[in-house]
C-alpha cells in the first residue's frame, strides 16, 4: 500500500496563500514548522489536516504544558488522560468510564443543535471504550434570565439535552446552572456522560496491525462542520452568526443504533479499535488512533459513503457530521463486521488499511492528495507557555472590605426569600422535568441532590456524580476558586455516601493570549492539581474550551469539575431532604466570617467583590472522612452541603427538598458573626447532617476523632411547619417552609414560562 | 411464563422491562427483534418505551410496519395479553389494536416526572393485583403522551369500562391540576374491547424496586405472572417452537 507518487493538488484547490494558511489558524511559524515536518509545502488537504489537528481543540496548544501539572494516577486508574474517555476500576470486576466536554461555540449560535451534538459526542467517547453509556450530567452558563436571547438560548439548550439523551435512553442524573453577565455572550455547555463495564471489556482506540482494514461506519458524510474544531478555537464575534453551517445537526436514533452496534463489535472480538469522529472527523480519528498505535495509514476517500456528490478530500477529511465511528477490523473479519453492522442498519465501508510506515497517507481514487507523518501531525503542535498577569482590577476587587451596612441585615427572612428565588440557587426542576432521569432503572438518585447516584446491577456498589465549578470564585481568586471546585464536587460525593475516586475536567477560559486570561487557566490548573492530589483523585480525562470571549469581554473562569465516587453498599446512599420531625441537626465544619463573592453581596448588594471563602483542603479532607464514615454506619438521616447562599439556604434546601413533605426547622446559632455571614456567608467545609437523637453522640465523637468541629445547632419540625432561625440576638429568620418552598420551586418556571404550571402536581 | 419482548430500533425501555419480568417475577423473558415475524411461544408480549426510529413522523408511526407487529396483531387476536408502554402505547394506536391516538404534551414539552394515577379497571391480565380506584405513583418521560379520540370513541371507552388508569391529583381525584399532558378524561391507560390489550403512557417498570423509591408499578407485572398461571396454558401461545433461545440482542446491561 506504499506510492511513491509525490502529493498533488486536487482539482480546484486554492493555491497556498499566507492569507489562507491565516485563516486557518495558524501563525507564519506555524506553517513553517509544517514545512519542514513534511520537507514541502503543503497541498491545500495537507494544509486542512495540520489546521485542524494543531487547533487548540485538538493540540491543546496553550494548555499542555499546564495540564502536565495534574495528577493522573491511582492504583484503581485504568485509564488515565489520552483516550476517548479515562476509566477508573470499580471493584467487583466493574470499571466507570467518564469524560465532560463542552459545545460552547455551537451552542451559542444554534442552541438545540450545539447542546445536542454535544451530549452525542460525549455519549461516543464513553461507549468506544466498551462501556455502556448510563449517565449524562450536564453543566450550564449563561446570561441573566432578563435577556429574551439568554431565555431563547437556555431553552434551546436544555431541550437540544434532553431530546438527544431522552431518545438514547440515557438518564441524567444531576447538573449545575448559574446566570451572570459574564456569560451573556458566551454560554457553556459542559456535558458529562458515564459508562459502565466489565474490566476485561476495555478497549482503546488504537488503529493496530499493519493490513487491518479501516472501516468506516454509521451516518454519511456530509459538508456540515466542516472546520468545527477551528471555530471553537477562535473568540466569537459579530459575524458568528454565519458560523452557522458549521454547527452540525445530531441524530439520536442513529446514535443509539451506531451505540448497540458498537458495544456488539467490541464484545464479538472482529474489531481491534474503535473511535468516534468528533472534532475534526475522519482527520483526527484515524491520525489519533495510528499514532496511538504506531502504525500509519492509508486511506481512500472516495470510498467515504457521503450524503452528496463531488466532496473534496479536504470536505471528506475535516467533515463534522455526527454519528460517525472510525473502526479497525481484524483482517479477515470485514464480512462479520458488516453483519453486525446491517443488523442494525447501518452503513459500513472499507475505506483503507492500517500500514506500518508510520506515514498519514490519504488519496482519492488513483491521486495522493496527503501524504505526511502522522507524528508531527498529532504530536508535533507546538505547545506555548504564555505571558501571565494578574488582571489590576480583580486585584482591587479582593481588597473589598464589607461596610457596616453589609455586615448587618433587618430583614434576613426576606433575604432568604430572595436568595431561594434567585436563579443560581431555585430549584432546577424547570430544566430536568425536560429530561429522562429514571431510563434504565437504576437511578437511586436524580437530578436535585447533591450528586446523582445509581446502582451498579449484579454487585452491591453504587457510582456518585457531581459536576461543580463556582467561576465567581474562580475569577475573584483563581487558584482557591479552582480548588473550591474540587472540594465543592468532593463534598457533594459524600453527601450521598459515596467516597471521591477520580475527576474529569473541562477549562472554560477566554484567550489565553492575554496576560490576563493566561493567569487565570494557570492558577486554575495548578489549584485543580494541589486539590485533587490532597483528595487522592486523579484527573482521568478532561477537555479544554479556550477562547470564550465575544466584543464585551471574557467569561469567568470556569474550570467545571466532573467528579466519580463509588459506594460499597449503594443501599446506604444517603439523601438532603430532611426525613424525620424530631431528628436533631448536626453543623459539620465551623461558621466563619466569609461574604467574598458570595451570592448574597451579589443578590442583596449588587457586588462583585472580595477573596472567595479560604479553604483547607486537610480539613475539607477530614470532614470528608467523617461523613463517609457516618454515611456507612447508616446514621445519617439526611446531608447537605453549605454552598450558595450559605447556611439558611443549606437548611432551606432540606427543609424543602421533598416539595410533597416540606418539613420544619427549628435552629439556634450561637456563634458570634455578623448576620449575614452566619446566615448566608458561603464558609467552606461545612456539612449539615441529621441524625436520630440516639446517634447524636456517635456524630459528634466521629467528628472530634477526625478532628473536625462539630455541634448540634436544631431539630427538625413538622410536615408543612415553620422555619424558625435563632441567633444569641434572638429570632431572625421565621417562615413557613410551604412560603419557602414556593419561591424556590417558582423561580424558574416563572422565569421562563411567565407562570408557575405543573408545579402543583409534584 | 414466557414473556416476549419487542425491541424496535430505538426502544430504549426493552431492558428495563427484561429485568421487570426475570428479576421481579423470577419469569423468563425474550427479545424478539421488529424484524422477526415470529413471537415464538410466548405467553405475554410487551412493547416497550423508547423512541423507536427515533419517533420521527410521530411516536409509533414508522414501527407499526415493522414484520413483528403482524405477529404481534394475530397473538392478540387470539386473545394473547399484549402490554405496550408509552412509546408501546403509541405504536399499539398507530397500529389499530387500541383506539385514540397520543399527541404532543400540553406544555409542548417532554416531561418526565412522577405523577398519580389511579387503577379504574381491575380485571384487565395487567390490572388484578391491584385494587379497585388504588393510587398508585408512577414515572411518565414521554413528550407525546396527551392521549385523543372522538367523542363516540372517548363514549365508548367510558362506558364499557375500558379505561384502565386515570391521572389524578393528590386527592385522588381526575382534575385538571392531576393531569400532567393533557389528556382527554385524564386517560393514562386503556384496554382494547376484547380486554386482553393495555396501553399506558406511565412506566410501571421503573417502580419495582425499594431501593428506586416505589413498588407501586410491581402490580402490572403480578397481575400478568397470576392471569398467566391462573389459565395455566389455556390462553394460545404464539407457537411452540422452543427451540429458539432467550434473549440475543445485545440489550444486556452491561454484558
Given at each position: 500500500m506504499t506510492t511513491t507518487v509525490a502529493p498533488a493538488p486536487f482539482p480546484g484547490d486554492p493555491p497556498i496563500t499566507p492569507e489562507l494558511v491565516a485563516e486557518h489558524g495558524l501563525t507564519p511559524e506555524e506553517y513553517d514548522l509544517i514545512v519542514g515536518a513534511i520537507g514541502r509545502e503543503p497541498t491545500y488537504t495537507e494544509l486542512g489536516v495540520f489546521s485542524a489537528l494543531w487547533s487548540e481543540h485538538c493540540g491543546?496548544?496553550?494548555s499542555r504544558p499546564l495540564l502536565r501539572q495534574l495528577p493522573t494516577r491511582a492504583p484503581w486508574v485504568l485509564q488515565g488522560p489520552g483516550e476517548n474517555a479515562g476509566v477508573i476500576d470499580i471493584g467487583d470486576g466493574y470499571a466507570v468510564a467518564f469524560k465532560i466536554e463542552s459545545h460552547n461555540h455551537p451552542s451559542a449560535v444554534e442552541p438545540y443543535q450545539g447542546a445536542a451534538t454535544g451530549v452525542g459526542g460525549i455519549l461516543r467517547d464513553v461507549f468506544t471504550m466498551g462501556a455502556r453509556p448510563v449517565a449524562v450530567l450536564d453543566s450550564l452558563r449563561f446570561g441573566p434570565l432578563t435577556s429574551p436571547r439568554v431565555r431563547y438560548l437556555f431553552a434551546g439548550v436544555v431541550k437540544g439535552i434532553g431530546d438527544y439523551g431522552n431518545c438514547v435512553g440515557i438518564p441524567n442524573i444531576g447538573g449545575e446552572v448559574y446566570f451572570d453577565e459574564a456569560y451573556e455572550g458566551n454560554p457553556l455547555v459542559n456535558a458529562m456522560a458515564i459508562g459502565l463495564m466489565r474490566t476485561d471489556q476495555l478497549i482503546r482506540g488504537e488503529a493496530s496491525g499493519p493490513g487491518n482494514p479501516i472501516i468506516a461506519v454509521g451516518a454519511r458524510t456530509g459538508r456540515?462542520?466542516?472546520h468545527g474544531a477551528t471555530f471553537a478555537s477562535e473568540e466569537l464575534s459579530e459575524d458568528t452568526e454565519s458560523r452557522r453551517p458549521q454547527v452540525q445537526v445530531g441524530d439520536p436514533f442513529t446514535e443509539k443504533l451506531l451505540l448497540e452496534a458498537s458495544l456488539e463489535l467490541i464484545r464479538s472480538g472482529f474489531i481491534v479499535g474503535i473511535q468516534d469522529m468528533g472534532a475534526a472527523g475522519l482527520a483526527s480519528s484515524s491520525t489519533e488512533m495510528a499514532a496511538r498505535a504506531g502504525t500509519g495509514v492509508d486511506i481512500d476517500t472516495a470510498l467515504v459513503p457521503t450524503r452528496e456528490p463531488g466532496m473534496t478530500p479536504y470536505e471528506i477529511l475535516l467533515s463534522e457530521t455526527q454519528e460517525r465511528m472510525l473502526v479497525v477490523a481484524r483482517a479477515g473479519h470485514e464480512d462479520d463486521v458488516r453483519r453486525i453492522l446491517e443488523k442494525w442498519e447501518l452503513e459500513a465501508a472499507v475505506i483503507g488499511r492500517v500500514t506500518d510506515d508510520g506515514m498519514y497517507r490519504v488519496r482519492h481514487g488513483g491521486q495522493v492528495v496527503c501524504e505526511v507523518p502522522g507524528e508531527p501531525l498529532v504530536n508535533g503542535c507546538p505547545t506555548y507557555v504564555r505571558e501571565a498577569r494578574e488582571a489590576d482590577d480583580v486585584v482591587l476587587l479582593r481588597q473589598w472590605q464589607p461596610s457596616a451596612a453589609e455586615l448587618t441585615d433587618a430583614d434576613a427572612t426576606g433575604s432568604l426569600l430572595r436568595l431561594l428565588g434567585s436563579p443560581n440557587i431555585a430549584s432546577r426542576r424547570w430544566i430536568y422535568r425536560q429530561y429522562d432521569t429514571t431510563v434504565r432503572t437504576s437511578t437511586v438518585i436524580g437530578p436535585g441532590g447533591d450528586a446523582g447516584v445509581l446502582r451498579v446491577r449484579g454487585s452491591r456498589k453504587g457510582i456518585a456524580a457531581t459536576v461543580d465549578c463556582n467561576g465567581r470564585y474562580v475569577y475573584l481568586e483563581p487558584r482557591r476558586g479552582a480548588m473550591i471546585a474540587v472540594a465543592e464536587a468532593a463534598r457533594n460525593l459524600v453527601c450521598v455516601g459515596a467516597r471521591p475516586r477520580a475527576v474529569t475536567d473541562n477549562l472554560n477560559f477566554g484567550n489565553p493570549l492575554k496576560p490576563e486570561v493566561y493567569y487565570q487557566l494557570r492558577e486554575a490548573v495548578l489549584g485543580i492539581a494541589d486539590a485533587c492530589l490532597a483528595f487522592d483523585t486523579p484527573v482521568v480525562s478532561g477537555n479544554v474550551s479556550l477562547y470564550n470571549e465575544n466584543p464585551a469581554g471574557a467569561i469567568f473562569p470556569t474550570p467545571v469539575i466532573g467528579m466519580v465516587g463509588v459506594l460499597?453498599?449503594?443501599?446506604?446512599h444517603v439523601r438532603m431532604a430532611f426525613r424525620e420531625p424530631g431528628d436533631v441537626v448536626v453543623l459539620l465544619g465551623a461558621n466563619t466570617a466569609e461574604l467574598g463573592g458570595s451570592e448574597y453581596l451579589r443578590l442583596i448588594h449588587g457586588k462583585l467583590a472580595g477573596e472567595p471563602p479560604a479553604i483547607d483542603l486537610a480539613r475539607e479532607r477530614a470532614l470528608q472522612e467523617t461523613v463517609l464514615e457516618l454515611a456507612a454506619a447508616g446514621v445519617l438521616r439526611s446531608a447537605h452541603d453549605c454552598a450558595e447562599g450559605g447556611l439558611a439556604v443549606c437548611l432551606a434546601e432540606s427543609a424543602i427538598a421533598d416539595p410533597e413533605r416540606p418539613l420544619g426547622v427549628d435552629v439556634e446559632l450561637r456563634d458570634d458573626l455578623p448576620i449575614p455571614a452566619l446566615l448566608f456567608g458561603e464558609a467552606q467545609g461545612r456539612i449539615v447532617v441529621t441524625c436520630d437523637a440516639g446517634h447524636v453522640p456517635t456524630i459528634l465523637e466521629t467528628a472530634r476523632r477526625h478532628g473536625v468541629p462539630a455541634s448540634e445547632i436544631g431539630r427538625v419540625g413538622e410536615p408543612c411547619g415553620r422555619f424558625r432561625i435563632r441567633t444569641a440576638t434572638g429570632a431572625v429568620v421565621e417562615a413557613q417552609v410551604a412560603d419557602l418552598a414556593e419561591r424556590y420551586h417558582s423561580a424558574l418556571p416563572l422565569a421562563m414560562d411567565g407562570d408557575d404550571a405543573g408545579f402543583d402536581n409534584d | 411464563m414466557r414473556v416476549a419482548i419487542v425491541t424496535f430500533?430505538?426502544?430504549?425501555?426493552d431492558y428495563d422491562c427484561y429485568k421487570a419480568v426475570t428479576e421481579l417475577l423470577g419469569e423468563e423473558a425474550f427479545f424478539v427483534w421488529h424484524r422477526e415475524s415470529s413471537l415464538r411461544d410466548a405467553d405475554a408480549v410487551i412493547l416497550p418505551g423508547g423512541f423507536s426510529y427515533g419517533d420521527y413522523l410521530r411516536g409509533g408511526a414508522i414501527a407499526r410496519f415493522s414484520p413483528v407487529m403482524e405477529a404481534v396483531r394475530e397473538f392478540a387476536a387470539g386473545g394473547g395479553p399484549v402490554l405496550g408502554i408509552c412509546n408501546g402505547f403509541q405504536i399499539l394506536c398507530e397500529a389499530g389494536l387500541l383506539p385514540g391516538a397520543l399527541v404532543r404534551n400540553r406544555s409542548l414539552k417532554f416531561q418526565g416526572e412522577v405523577v398519580r394515577v389511579r387503577v379504574e379497571n381491575t380485571s384487565t391480565p395487567f390490572t388484578t393485583a391491584y385494587e379497585p380506584g388504588q393510587v398508585l405513583r408512577l414515572h411518565i418521560a414521554h413528550g407525546q403522551g396527551n392521549y385523543v379520540a372522538d367523542p363516540a370513541t372517548l363514549n365508548a371507552l367510558e362506558a364499557e369500562g375500558r379505561v384502565v388508569f386515570r391521572y389524578v391529583d393528590a386527592d385522588g381525584q381526575p382534575t385538571d391540576a392531576g393531569n400532567p399532558n393533557g389528556s382527554l378524561h385524564n386517560i393514562a391507560g386503556i384496554v382494547n374491547e376484547a380486554g386482553n390489550v393495555v396501553g399506558l403512557m406511565?412506566?410501571?417498570?421503573?417502580?419495582?424496586?425499594r431501593l428506586l423509591g416505589?413498588?407501586?408499578?410491581a402490580g402490572v407485572f403480578r397481575s400478568l405472572q397470576a392471569t398467566i398461571s391462573r389459565s395455566n396454558g389455556a390462553l394460545p401461545s404464539s407457537d411452540h417452537m422452543r427451540h429458539v433461545a432467550a434473549g440475543g440482542f445485545g440489550h444486556g446491561g452491561v454484558a
Open positions: 491543546y496548544k496553550n456540515d462542520g466542516i460499597d453498599d449503594v443501599e446506604r | 430500533p430505538g426502544s430504549n425501555c406511565p412506566h410501571p417498570e421503573r417502580s419495582v424496586s416505589s413498588m407501586d408499578g
